[in-house]
């Protein structure tokens, strides 16, 4: 993207962002009621009950039929401009099961740097409080240093290695499956940081939240941030081989968190496939770490690596672990890898894993690998994992609905 003129259009965004904001609220009222301007009062336990029943959601998708196949995503040749990306399938139960994923063929030895751009929201909560005299107001420059400086853009140790926590993920998915000389890697670049855009919420569009004090957490309807998002990226020119992430503090949108795919128009006239992430951050001084710092995000750009597309079909399966009188029927039939430890009933089974880097204790969610939803016994993956960055909290491969 040329970046010099998207960021002179930025200098407006502010105002375009915050009247689109209107139109999104009248749509998301029929979504949901909220309270007119309230502020909610919570202990840290009802806060932890509050944000575990918020989860995580996905939002769009790709038709399968246009992404299962390998692609530099140049839109050169037929091919839609987006993520470079390649396909594969597994088989459970003599039915194929095809996938897509961020990167290229683990046997090639590819190197894979995902450009992305990272967008700060700064939101403005306006007219709260009996007399809608209260306004706060949620600064993310915190929430962008720490997730800049954290695991997902350095390298950091892990069970396998030194390097970004995604790409060490994937490395040890497809351990056994990538070129001889370990050459293959899906890396973030380093991120390109936009100017935050200002976004205003009233008690039409959100809801204000209050532990202490001095300390509130702030809601906004999904259709409401998701509106705001669209915009944003329409406006300032973000192309669709490029992953913007939008990061609020302290904020959410009736989820932790999201990430999205959906078609555009090129520069060109032609379809692309643009994805995003949208990641809360939680300041773990106020909540517990199964949600603190940076597991939102560590949750999000997992799947999307894993799922670029929200089109990867797998068999619906039950949430672990196995013997957990809470493990019921997810429900979720997609290659989602952080929502089965991360999403459902058993959460709190799976603990975050902590990764310390620079002097600070990273919260980072387990995920589970391709090998636990395609039924390998033994898993395929390095030193048989099917869990990453635990390694060792999943030891078989997932139980499917009947």
Same mark, same amino acid.
């Given at each position: 993207?040329?970046?010099?003129?998207?960021?002179?259009?930025?200098?407006?965004?502010?105002?375009?962002?915050?009247?689109?904001?209107?139109?999104?609220?009248?749509?998301?009222?029929?979504?949901?009621?909220?309270?007119?301007?309230?502020?909610?009062? +919570?202990?840290?336990?009802?806060?932890?009950?509050?944000?575990?029943? +918020?989860?995580?959601?996905?939002?769009?998708?790709?038709?399968?039929?246009?992404?299962?196949?390998?692609?530099?995503?140049?839109?050169?040749?037929?091919?839609?401009?987006?993520?470079?990306?390649?396909?594969?399938?597994?088989? %459970?139960?003599?039915?194929?099961?095809?996938?897509?994923?961020?990167?290229?063929?683990?046997?090639?030895?590819?190197?894979?740097?995902?450009?992305?751009?990272?967008?700060?929201?700064?939101?403005?909560?306006?007219?709260?409080?009996?007399?809608?005299?209260?306004?706060?107001?949620?600064?993310?420059?915190?929430?962008?240093?720490?997730? %800049?400086?954290?695991?997902?853009?350095?390298?950091?140790?892990?069970?396998?290695?030194?390097?970004?926590?995604?790409?060490?993920?994937?490395?040890?998915?497809?351990?056994?499956?990538?070129?001889?000389?370990?050459?293959?890697?899906?890396?973030?670049?380093?991120?390109?940081?936009?100017?935050?855009?200002?976004?205003?919420?009233?008690?039409?569009?959100?809801?204000?939240?209050?532990?202490?004090?001095?300390?509130?957490?702030?809601?906004?309807?999904?259709?409401?941030?998701?509106?705001?998002?669209?915009?944003?990226?329409?406006?300032?020119?973000?192309?669709?081989?490029?992953?913007?992430?939008?990061?609020?503090?302290?904020?959410?949108?009736?989820?932790?968190?999201?990430?999205?795919?959906?078609?555009?128009?090129?520069?060109?006239?032609?379809?692309?496939?643009?994805?995003?992430?949208?990641?809360?951050?939680?300041?773990?001084?106020?909540?517990?770490?199964?949600?603190?710092?940076?597991?939102?995000?560590?949750?999000?750009?997992?799947?999307?690596?894993?799922?670029?597309?929200?089109?990867?079909?797998?068999?619906?399966?039950?949430?672990?672990?196995?013997?957990?009188?809470?493990?019921?029927?997810?429900?979720?039939?997609?290659?989602?890898?952080?929502?089965?430890?991360?999403?459902?009933?058993?959460?709190?089974?799976?603990?975050? %894993? %902590?990764?310390?880097?620079?002097?600070?204790?990273?919260?980072?969610?387990?995920?589970?690998?391709?090998?636990?939803?395609?039924?390998?016994?033994?898993?395929?993956?390095?030193?048989?994992?099917?869990?990453?960055?635990?390694?060792?909290?999943?030891?078989?491969?997932?139980?499917?609905?009947?």
């Amino acid at each position: 993207m040329k970046l010099g003129n998207n960021l002179k259009r930025l200098v407006c965004l502010c105002t375009a962002v915050l009247f689109s904001g209107l139109a999104a609220g009248q749509a998301a009222r029929a979504q949901q009621a909220p309270s007119k301007g309230s502020i909610v009062q +919570m202990d840290r336990t009802a806060l932890h009950e509050h944000f575990k029943h +918020m989860g995580y959601k996905t939002k769009g998708g790709i038709a399968k039929f246009k992404t299962s196949h390998d692609s530099d995503g140049n839109g050169e040749g037929g091919d839609a401009r987006t993520l470079p990306h390649f396909s594969s399938s597994f088989t %459970v139960g003599g039915v194929t099961f095809p996938y897509t994923q961020v990167g290229h063929q683990p046997r090639s030895g590819r190197p894979t740097r995902i450009p992305n751009i990272i967008v700060p929201l700064r939101m403005h909560f306006v007219g709260f409080g009996p007399n809608g005299d209260v306004n706060v107001d949620f600064d993310p420059t915190p929430a962008v240093v720490n997730i %800049v400086n954290s695991p997902i853009f350095q390298d950091a140790t892990f069970p396998n290695g030194f390097g970004q926590f995604n790409d060490m993920m994937q490395r040890a998915t497809f351990f056994n499956k990538m070129d001889p000389e370990r050459e293959w890697h899906v890396r973030w670049a380093e991120p390109k940081i936009f100017r935050a855009v200002d976004i205003e919420v009233t008690p039409e569009t959100g809801t204000l939240f209050q532990v202490d004090a001095t300390h509130f957490f702030g809601d906004v309807l999904f259709d409401f941030m998701d509106a705001e998002i669209r915009t944003i990226i329409e406006l300032s020119g973000i192309d669709p081989d490029e992953v913007p992430i939008f990061i609020t503090d302290g904020v959410t949108n009736q989820a932790l968190g999201y990430h999205s795919a959906f078609s555009v128009a090129g520069h060109d006239g032609k379809e692309a496939f643009q994805t995003l992430i949208f990641t809360s951050w939680l300041d773990p001084a106020l909540v517990d770490p199964i949600i603190a710092d940076i597991s939102t995000i560590n949750h999000e750009s997992g799947e999307l690596i894993n799922d670029p597309f929200i089109n990867n079909v797998v068999p619906t399966w039950v949430y672990p672990p196995v013997g957990d009188p809470n493990a019921v029927c997810s429900g979720n039939n997609l290659l989602e890898v952080g929502d089965p430890e991360g999403n459902g009933p058993t959460f709190a089974d799976f603990p975050t %894993v %902590v990764v310390p880097l620079n002097g600070f204790d990273y919260h980072l969610q387990d995920l589970v690998m391709v090998p636990w939803f395609a039924d390998e016994v033994p898993s395929s993956a390095q030193n048989g994992w099917y869990d990453f960055p635990a390694t060792t909290d999943i030891h078989v491969p997932a139980v499917y609905c009947h």
